[in-house]
């Protein structure tokens, strides 16, 4: 503590008090700005590329590694691609196989969603959640309500609640798949 009052002491010789107060204060205001303000202030090549917080909507459409950055304006995001609902299980197949869960979970929602819409059962809206969709399919064909819902819950837990996803979370997604498309494909 010897080392702290000696500094203190040199310092106060150095600058008095009534002058220091005021600079202490202004730099705090200056930090705090900055701090604010980060990381707009950084030049572009510097900055890394933010996570979307998790009290922004996810949706079912929009990917992890493919969000894009908060200065630019991508059009297109929200539209549901034109694939095959098999061209999204062989991802989502790959994906578990690489262990990557949580791909593997938002693959094969992106498979029902699309069976859903080329069914007939609901009309893609852009910038809908997952839990809207499933309460939309739900009041459409009350027999999906529950694999639904499980489903949106599911996949809610891991991108809206950024739960860790599991081997199990995919196989709860294979079956909630499954069923689906058992009722849409044979009950229509």
């Given amino acids: 503590m010897r080392w702290w009052n000696e500094t203190v ?15 202490l204060l202004l730099l705090a205001a200056i930090v705090a700005v900055l701090w604010f303000s980060y990381p707009g202030w950084l030049p572009s090549r510097w900055r890394m590329r933010r996570a979307k917080r998790s009290d922004e909507p996810v949706s079912y459409t929009e ?21 095959a609902p ?8 790959r994906y ?13 929602l992106r498979a029902i969603v699309r069976e859903l819409v080329d069914r007939g059962v609901v009309e893609h809206v852009p910038g809908w959640t997952v839990t809207e969709l ?12 529950p694999a639904l819902q499980s489903a949106s819950g599911v996949f809610s837990g891991i991108w809206y609640a950024q739960r ?14 499954a069923t689906v498309n058992a009722l849409v494909r044979g009950g229509r």
């Avoid at 002491?9 to 107060?21: C, E, K, Q, S, T």
């Avoid at 990917?63 to 694939?83: K, S």
């Fill in 9 to 23: 002491a040199v310092f106060d010789d150095v600058v008095p008090f009534g002058l220091a107060a005021p600079l």
């Fill in 63 to 83: 990917q992890a590694d493919d969000r894009p950055d908060p200065d630019e304006d991508e059009p297109g995001v929200e539209e549901l691609p034109a694939l």
């Fill in 86 to 93: 098999e061209v999204y299980l062989s991802q989502a197949d």
């Fill in 96 to 108: 578990a196989a690489e262990g990557r869960w949580a791909e593997a979970v938002r693959e094969r």
């Fill in 134 to 145: 499933a309460r939309a399919a739900g009041q459409a064909r009350p027999e999906l309500g």
């Fill in 164 to 177: 860790p996803a599991t081997a199990g979370d995919d196989e709860q997604m294979r079956g909630h798949l």
